[in-house]
Structure formats: C-alpha cells, structure tokens
C-alpha cells in the first residue's frame, strides 16, 4: 500500500526541492510513497495523508497541525540540518518510522 507523506512550509517551494530528494531515496530503498509539499494554508486540502512533515520555520505550528488532524495523523518537524542539507534520505526514514510507529 502506497504511503502518502506530506510535507508543509510558509510557502510550499522550498520543501519542493526536499520532496524530490525523498523521492529519490524511496526509488532506490523500492519504497511505495507518495510524496508532496504544500504551503501551510493548503494542509488540510492535502488530507489524508500517513504524516505530515513541517519545516523548520514551521516548527511553531505543529501543535495546531496535530489539532487539525485529531492527533490521528503523525507531525514533526523536519531537523534543521537535515532540512538545509536536503537530506532526502534521512528525512524520508523520519516519515517511515513515524509511519510505522
């Protein structure tokens, strides 16, 4: 079954470059995923989803995201080192063990 990750920031574009990186790393692990980036005013158009991913910037939000979500769908926020680095393969295993958990 396809895992759906989502992952929001103000605007939608930096997370664009992080997305293909994940996408990159899940071909080459042959892992199932769909993944996109959105603006944080377009998550809830975004839902359902498997977790959602904040970036850095949007760390102040995460609880308002959990609310948003029931605290049914895992949120974190992306590590800033790895966001700056995009670091798709470290960022893609966060959203598989928060997945999985």
Aim: overall charge negative; glycine content about 8%; hydrophobic content about 45%.
């Amino acid at each position: 079954m396809t895992k759906r990750i989502l992952l929001a920031c103000a605007g939608g574009f930096s997370t664009s470059m992080l997305v293909e990186k994940m996408k990159e790393a899940a071909a080459s692990q042959g892992e199932d995923v769909f993944i996109d980036a959105c603006s944080e005013g377009k998550i809830s158009e975004n839902l359902p989803t498997d977790v959602i991913l904040l970036g850095p910037q949007m760390g102040h939000i995460e609880g308002e995201v959990k609310q948003l979500v029931n605290n049914e769908v895992p949120v974190a926020t992306i590590d800033m080192m790895d966001y700056g680095m995009m670091n798709g393969e470290k960022v893609l295993t966060v959203a598989l063990d928060l997945i999985n958990d």
